[in-house]
C-alpha cells in the first residue's frame, strides 16, 4: 500500500513538474532560467534562448555573468545580485545585458532565491523581459519634452533645470555666464519671406552658436527667435564680453537659405554668476533687463548687466550733485 502511494505521488509531482516546465517554456516574451548556489545556469528555456541567442548547450553550466555586459561583470554586480536576492529573497534590476552575438539590450527582471525541500537555500530563479523598445521610447519622450522640435536645442525647461544645476555646481571664484540672444526684425523676415524661410534661418543661427561653444556649454532656443546660451567657469569679466563680441562677428555674414540672402543683426544681454545674482530667478531677470538695453541700442549690440548697475550709480551720483 505504501509502496503504491508512494508511486502515485511521484508520478503526480512529475507530472506537476512537467506542467510547470510547460508553462514556462511557453511564456511568451520572458527569459526564464535557474541558477545553483554559484550563479551557474542550471536550466535555460526558449525564451532565454531567443532573448541572448545561446542555446541550451552552450550556457549550462556557465555563471551567469557571462550574461552581463563587460563593465557591470567586472565591478561585481553578478556576485552582487546573487547577495541581494539571497539576503532579501528576490532582488529586481534593470539594466542592458548582453546577446552571445555582442549587442547590449534593456531587461527588466527579478532574481529570487529557491528553496529545496528541508526549506534550504537551493539555488536562485531568473525571470526577465527584453524593454529596449520602452527604454527608447521612453527616452525619445523625454528628449521631445526637453528639446526644441525644430533646432533640436535644448528648450526653456531643459535651460533653466540646467542652470539650477550649474549654480550649485560651479566652483568657488569662477564666472558662469548667460547670454540672452535676440535676432532683430525675424518677424519682418518671416512674415516677408514665409514660415519655411524662418524656420531654415532658425535652423542655421542654431548651427552657428553650437559651432562656438565648447561642449561644456550649452545653447538653447526659449522661442521665436530668442536663444540663450551657458557658459560655466570663466575667471575674468573680459573673457565673458570677449564672447560676446565673437557671437556679435558670426552674425554679421549674411544669413545663406538656398539662394537667398538674408541680412540680420543680433542684440545680446549678459548676466554673470554670482555678481549679477545668485539665484536663477535673479539672473534670468537680469539678463532679460541686459537685452532690453541692447535692443533700444540698436542691432549688433551686447550689454552686460554690470555695466547697467555702474551705470544706475553714475546717476544717482549725478542727481546727489
Do not use: C
Request: proline share 2%.
Amino acid at each position: 500500500m505504501y509502496m503504491k502511494v508512494s508511486h502515485n505521488r511521484r508520478r503526480v509531482d512529475h507530472a506537476i513538474e512537467q506542467s510547470y516546465r510547460s508553462l514556462v517554456e511557453n511564456i511568451k516574451d520572458y527569459a526564464i532560467f535557474m541558477l545553483d548556489k554559484r550563479g551557474r545556469i542550471t536550466s535555460w528555456d526558449q525564451g532565454a534562448r531567443k532573448l541572448f541567442g545561446y542555446r541550451r548547450s552552450e550556457i549550462i553550466g556557465r555563471n551567469f555573468s557571462a550574461l552581463f555586459v563587460s563593465k557591470d561583470g567586472k565591478d561585481g554586480l553578478p556576485k552582487a545580485d546573487l547577495g541581494r536576492a539571497l539576503k532579501k529573497g528576490r532582488h529586481l534590476d534593470e539594466r542592458e545585458y548582453r546577446r552571445k552575438n555582442g549587442t547590449r539590450f534593456w531587461s527588466t527582471g527579478v532574481l529570487t532565491s529557491t528553496l529545496d525541500k528541508t526549506n534550504a537555500h537551493h539555488g536562485y530563479s531568473k525571470i526577465m523581459r527584453d524593454i529596449t523598445d520602452q527604454k527608447h521610447l521612453q527616452k525619445t519622450v523625454l528628449h521631445l519634452s526637453t528639446h526644441d522640435y525644430l533646432t533640436g536645442l535644448p528648450n526653456r525647461a531643459f535651460f533653466e533645470e540646467y542652470l539650477v544645476n550649474s549654480i550649485h555646481d560651479e566652483k568657488k571664484n569662477y564666472l558662469l555666464a548667460i547670454f540672452f540672444l535676440d535676432f532683430n526684425n525675424f518677424k519682418l523676415i518671416n512674415d516677408e519671406e514665409g514660415h519655411r524661410v524662418g524656420d531654415l534661418i532658425l535652423i542655421e543661427i542654431s548651427a552657428r552658436l553650437t559651432k562656438n561653444v565648447r561642449l561644456s556649454d550649452v545653447v538653447a532656443r526659449l522661442g521665436g527667435d530668442e536663444f540663450v546660451i551657458l557658459l560655466r567657469s570663466f575667471k575674468k569679466m573680459q573673457d565673458i564680453e570677449h564672447f560676446a563680441k565673437k557671437i556679435i562677428k558670426i552674425f554679421k555674414p549674411v544669413l545663406r537659405v538656398g539662394k537667398k540672402r538674408i541680412k540680420t543683426s543680433v542684440s545680446i544681454g549678459v548676466a554673470a554668476y554670482p555678481r549679477d545674482g545668485k539665484r536663477p530667478g535673479d539672473l534670468l531677470h537680469h539678463v532679460d533687463v541686459a537685452l532690453y538695453h541692447s535692443k533700444k541700442r540698436g542691432g549688433n549690440q551686447a550689454t552686460l548687466y554690470d555695466d547697467i548697475k555702474l551705470l544706475k550709480k553714475e546717476r544717482g551720483v549725478s542727481r546727489r550733485d
